[in-house]
């Protein structure tokens, strides 16, 4: 059975940096693209960024939102993806979900549960 | 990149069908056949419904179809029943090699 698991979230103040984890298995993780979105409460799905597998460069992608504070990274020995967050705002708080993605057709097709992310003082 | 534009709800009742719109421009659902559709229940993940404007995955109803006309994506969802009762977010890749979502509709079955 095809699984990611996000850890990571909680409480952060303003500027400070958090990073979440993506934990797969039940796929060859290093075939696919790996995707982040985030939804902030009440509120609509925000895509983040995603990483592009070993084979075409490990490239990354992000919203503008997020791109220069937000890092993604992956480790494919581990099956695992991060999300490295810098210079939190009150703004990035939401959930935020991982996904494999099917970057051929740039669809998101299995998520995890997500994890809380709040940014507060 | 702005949103692509989605009614905020729609409904209708048991049986019958809905259609929900999705509109972006030449750069977004225009240019790609790369538009995918999810649906979130409250508390939920979001799970994939539609793939590459109207590819379905392997486990979803074929009650739910998707189809494209120029800058504006549908998804179409046949014979409404009680758990189709949620909210649907259209997304799509860019020419910015970015994606883009929707706002979301929320789908009252009444």
């Known amino acids: 059975e095809v699984q990611l698991v996000e850890s990571g979230g909680g409480l952060v103040q303003p500027g400070r940096s958090l990073r979440l984890s993506c934990t797969t298995s039940g796929f060859t993780f290093g075939d696919y693209a790996m995707s982040w979105f985030r939804q902030a409460p009440g509120k609509g799905l925000e895509w983040v960024g995603f990483?592009?597998?070993?084979?075409?460069?490990?490239?990354?992608e992000y919203a503008a939102s997020v791109k220069g504070r937000f890092t993604i990274s992956r480790d494919d020995s581990k099956s695992i993806a991060y999300l490295q967050m810098n210079s939190l705002k009150t703004e990035d708080t939401a959930v935020y979900y991982c996904?494999?993605?099917?970057?051929?057709?740039?669809?998101?097709?299995?998520w995890g549960q997500g994890t809380m992310v709040t940014v507060s003082s | 990149q702005s949103a692509l534009t989605q009614p905020a709800s729609v409904s209708g009742s048991p049986g019958q069908s809905i259609t929900i719109s999705c509109t972006g421009t030449?750069?977004?659902?225009?240019?790609?056949?790369?538009v995918s559709w999810y649906q979130q229940h409250p508390g939920k993940a979001p799970k994939l419904m539609i793939s590459?404007?109207?590819n379905r995955p392997s486990g979803v109803s074929n009650r739910f179809s998707g189809s494209k006309s120029g800058n504006t994506a549908s998804l179409t969802i046949s014979g409404l029943q009680a758990e189709d009762e949620a909210d649907y977010y259209c997304s799509s890749y860019t020419s910015s090699s970015t994606l883009v979502f929707g706002g979301g509709t929320k789908l009252t079955v009444l």
């Open positions: 990483i592009r597998t070993k084979a075409y460069g490990g490239t990354t």
């Open positions: 590459d404007v109207s």
């Open positions: 030449s750069s977004d659902v225009g240019g790609y056949s790369y």
């Open positions: 996904s494999r993605l099917l970057i051929v057709v740039v669809t998101a097709d299995i």
